[in-house]
């Protein structure tokens, strides 16, 4: 069932108040201290304390951050691995993905060290993207066709999408997840809500493409759109509407990569190269000049925000990437 959408008019009105607004929303927005997470590292995901997923050694170790240092996550799969998701609240601490073998190999690791296996019943190739509280994982398949699932107590239940593409990056407690399918064979991938063995697909802003990246505990979804026009924009689903977040002024794309349970959506617009943005209602604002230092780093996009509002990103300097996160100073 398609959910209510905003008219075509109304995406344009909210399009133009965020545009109009930026400048004087960057007024009054609190500015932020960066803290640079290393060389060769990326971050992916933030949690509550704010530790955070992803890699060190420019792809080749799962890690998470926490305490100013890099933890090696798993020790047995060193070969191209990274950490997903991270979520120190339940036993079920971390989710990883491997590369070895010629096959994706994904593993649950939790806090004891100890590494369980996710295999879902004849797949190859798996991926694991984001972890609930009781440790329910959610992830997809690869290869010529692709299947989203949640693996749960060493179980994986397959979301009976249409299509033959599907990737499910992230799940809340509610195990709801969030992401993205084609309804047709070799169709446009459609961003997706889906909870108890039903899909809702997000609407559009005009365009044919959606593709959802992250979900807050309401069950609202962080996603890119394309429009009419052909651009992308980042976008907001919230109980039944889409709404068009829209893009700074001078920008050519946008999308919304991660949000808090407050709505409070991080993401990257580009011009010609790709920036930060945090937006909340009706204000979108460029994070770059709200920091005090970037170190030196060319500040690419954001990529996550927890409840706090420290916000996760990566960036890049003389060529090597740096996981960077941001912390509100006022």
């Known amino acids: 069932m398609n959910p209510r959408s905003f008219t075509a008019a109304s995406r344009l009105l909210a399009a133009g108040v965020i545009a109009m607004t930026i400048t004087a929303a960057e007024a009054a927005s609190p500015r932020y201290h960066l803290v640079d997470l290393g060389a060769y590292t990326k971050a992916f995901r933030i949690d509550a304390q ?22 090696r996550l798993d020790s047995q799969h060193e070969n191209g691995s990274f950490a997903g998701a ?65 693996w749960r107590d060493s179980h994986a239940r397959y979301l009976d999408s249409t ?3 599907c990737y499910a990056p992230a799940i809340n407690d509610a195990h709801q997840v969030a992401g993205g399918m084609n309804t047709t064979p070799g169709g446009d991938m459609q961003a997706f809500l889906w909870q108890d063995g039903r899909f809702t697909i997000l609407g559009n802003l005009g365009g044919t493409y959606t593709a959802a990246n992250d979900i807050n505990q309401a069950g ?33 794309d946008s999308a919304a990569m991660g949000l808090n349970d407050r709505d ?18 009706t204000q979108m604002l460029d994070l770059t000049p709200l920091i005090d230092d ?10 996550g925000i927890n409840n706090a509002g420290v916000i996760i990103g990566n960036a890049v300097r003389n060529g090597v990437r740096h996981g960077y996160l941001l912390t509100p100073i006022d």
Do not use: K, M
Request: hydrophobic fraction near 40%; aromatic fraction near 10%.
């Open 50 to 71: 704010g530790h955070v997923a992803g890699f060190i050694l420019d792809g080749t170790q799962a890690a998470f951050w926490s305490g100013g240092t890099w933890h």
């Open 86 to 150: 991270i979520d120190v609240r339940g036993g079920a601490t971390y989710t990883v993905s491997s590369i070895g073998g010629g096959y994706v190999s994904s593993y649950l690791a939790r806090r004891d060290g100890s590494t369980l296996p996710i295999l879902p019943e004849g797949a190859q190739d798996v991926w694991v993207w984001d972890v609930a509280r009781d440790g329910a994982v959610a992830g997809n398949t690869g290869g010529t066709i692709s299947r989203c699932f949640v």
């Open 163 to 165: 299509g033959d593409q």
């Open 220 to 252: 609202h979804v962080a996603l890119v759109a394309t429009t009419d026009t052909g651009a992308s924009h980042a976008a907001l689903y919230v109980d039944g509407q889409l709404i068009d977040l829209g893009a700074p002024n001078g920008a050519i």
């Open 264 to 281: 409070v959506v991080v993401g990257r617009w580009f011009d010609f190269a790709e920036h930060p943005f945090l937006a909340h209602g």
């Open 294 to 303: 970037t170190q030196g780093l060319d500040v690419g996009g954001a990529v």
